[in-house]
């Protein structure tokens, strides 16, 4: 079919530029496509064209391993399909869906896409009062979870379809039901590519998280830009390690690989461990590796030469990764990991792309669909400000709003751009280079402080895990800059140490720069293990006259 032709002409397009930026940013657009079911149009005609090929590889620690091929997996969500649409299941109803890596979760995607229903994926990690909160203002129709899940919902759903993908419970149907069902499919009708498809709870690290709503376009074929970005080939085996239910797990563990035609692999682990993680790269011949900064910052800590992996390209997102592990990495394996950029309202728009200069603690340069902008607080364009898309025309991988939230749509996607509340700074070649969110750069004797920039050098330190630099008030100065510091094994806090870490910082950095004020201390995370750092700015909002908590220390002092 056109649309069909149309998609597969896109990608095709950033396959033959995958190492020419230049031509894919001057060639690629995004398919004009009315109408276009990516499971349907998409997936399924790839398992036609490739039966045998592995869709998806799931090992768990004990060495157990299930393979699924693109043939299989498309007869598997065929029958999905026609089970919900059995139990009640319609076009337009929202799905809240909280499994970890097991194959259902990817059959419950595509059927799921194939009805035209909208999924509201979850992490198994949130509470009961979270998932009333979810259940409520998501509107929510039916319920998919395994046995571990269904105690959160007791006094929950209790008109909602609810289906557990292992064991049995009162008022749950098995989703064993499914095995028995008809594998051939017909769609209820055309979809419409405005139809929705994704419902999303932002991460909430400074408010209550927002419902961010994509199309059945905007996911699925948007992520072009994220296929282009990892360098994903035809074949090619690709980890993602996120967990299930955030916006990256969609991202790298589905439409990006599979719009690639690649095989998405899972090592399932109870805690994460950096020596398996290793041995799992090099038993199973991972060709591709996207994971988040803490987990590179994990395996730097292990002699990476010991371990001869196959990687043929190494990926970060999430948050910015520091120059350090980046080279740390490239010294030891000869690989150098390619940041990418983007938030749950989008897919990839900014990243290093395969072939290209990398500049160390670069975000890179604009992804092909996407005209990226830095506008200063008035919206004039500038070499550093906030970074924004331009809005005319509309890139096809930006959400459709937030759901429910009319007035926060118009600020936001109302006017000629998309804002996205981080700050970065342009050089002459192009590239990006991320200061901070917005509400994290600070002030300090009239100078711009950059969180960011600090905690790259922070890690540097042989002592320094992780960092995370907020302000701290000063009467003097405003604010000044204080960083909380996770430390490695084998170190300990104390005085001589905070002084050599605060020394090692203030000889890479301008005077003003200087980090004057250090505690040695948990960081509050996000249950997607982002920093909080609003809950540390509030932390330094107190008297200055405060007792001085344990292990906190300031260049006074030292």
Not at 211 to 218: D, I, Y
Request: include cysteine.
């Amino acid at each position: 079919m056109a649309s069909t032709d149309a998609f597969l002409a896109a990608r095709d397009l950033l396959f033959d530029a995958r190492t020419d930026y230049e031509r894919a940013c001057r060639e690629f657009a995004w398919p004009d496509m009315p109408e276009f079911n990516w499971a349907l149009d998409f997936f399924d005609v790839q398992a036609a064209a490739a039966p045998e090929r592995l869709a998806l590889w799931l090992v768990q620690e004990d060495g157990a391993e299930q393979r699924v091929t693109y043939a299989q997996m498309r007869e598997r969500s065929d029958r999905v399909a026609n089970f919900l649409r059995a139990l009640g299941v319609a076009r337009g109803d929202r799905l809240l869906v909280m499994l970890p890596n097991v194959a259902p979760l990817w059959e419950v995607t595509l059927a799921a896409i194939k009805l035209g229903a909208v999924l509201c994926p979850t992490t198994t990690l949130l509470s009961t009062a979270d998932l009333g909160d979810r259940l409520e203002r998501g509107r929510i129709r039916c319920v998919i979870t395994d046995a571990d899940g269904t105690a959160k919902f007791d006094g929950l759903a209790q008109q909602c379809i609810r289906v557990t993908v292992s064991g049995q419970r009162e008022g749950w149907t098995p989703y064993a039901q499914a095995d028995a069902t008809p594998a051939a499919f017909a769609a209820d009708g055309a979809t419409r590519r405005e139809d929705p498809l994704l419902l999303y709870f932002t991460s909430g690290t400074t408010a209550k998280p927002k419902m961010v709503l994509h199309t059945q376009q905007s996911y699925p074929v948007g992520h072009l830009s994220t296929m282009y970005w990892i360098g994903l080939k035809p074949g090619g085996v690709h980890w993602n390690i996120s967990s299930a239910g955030w916006a990256k797990h969609a991202w790298s563990c589905v439409f990006a690989p599979w719009n690639a035609g690649a095989t998405v692999f899972v090592f399932n682990q109870a805690r994460f461990d950096a020596r398996r993680t290793l041995d799992a790269l090099v038993r199973h011949k991972v060709t591709t590796l996207c994971a988040p900064p803490t987990v590179w910052r994990a395996l730097i800590l292990e002699d990476l030469k010991a371990w001869p992996v196959a990687l043929e390209e190494a990926l970060s997102a999430g948050e910015p990764l520091n120059p350090e592990v980046i080279e740390r990495v490239r010294h030891a394996r000869g690989l150098t990991i390619r940041d990418g950029y983007g938030q749950t309202e989008t897919t990839c728009i900014v990243a290093n792309s395969p072939g290209q200069p990398v500049k160390a603690g670069s975000m890179g340069r604009p992804m092909p669909g996407y005209h990226v902008m830095l506008l200063d607080p008035e919206g004039r364009e500038a070499e550093t400000g906030e970074v924004a898309l331009a809005l005319r025309p509309r890139p096809l991988g930006l959400m459709a709003g937030y759901a429910g939230d009319e007035a926060r749509n118009r600020e936001v996607l109302g006017g000629s751009h998309y804002r996205t509340s981080d700050v970065a700074s342009r050089d002459e070649n192009g590239y990006l280079w991320y200061i901070g969110r917005a509400d994290d750069v600070f002030k300090s004797s009239d100078y711009r402080i950059s969180p960011f920039e600090l905690e790259s050098v922070l890690i540097e330190h042989e002592a320094v895990a992780e960092a995370a630099v907020v302000p701290s008030p000063d009467a003097r100065r405003l604010a000044v800059p204080k960083a909380f510091v996770i430390l490695r094994p084998g170190f300990k806090p104390g005085p001589e140490l905070a002084r050599s870490i605060l020394a090692f910082v203030a000889q890479r950095v301008a005077p003003y720069q200087k980090i004057r004020r250090i505690e040695f201390a948990d960081l509050p995370k996000t249950i997607s293990g982002k920093i909080r750092r609003v809950e540390l700015r509030a932390l330094e909002g107190e008297p200055a006259e405060r007792p001085r908590r344990a292990d906190e220390y300031r260049e006074e002092d030292l």
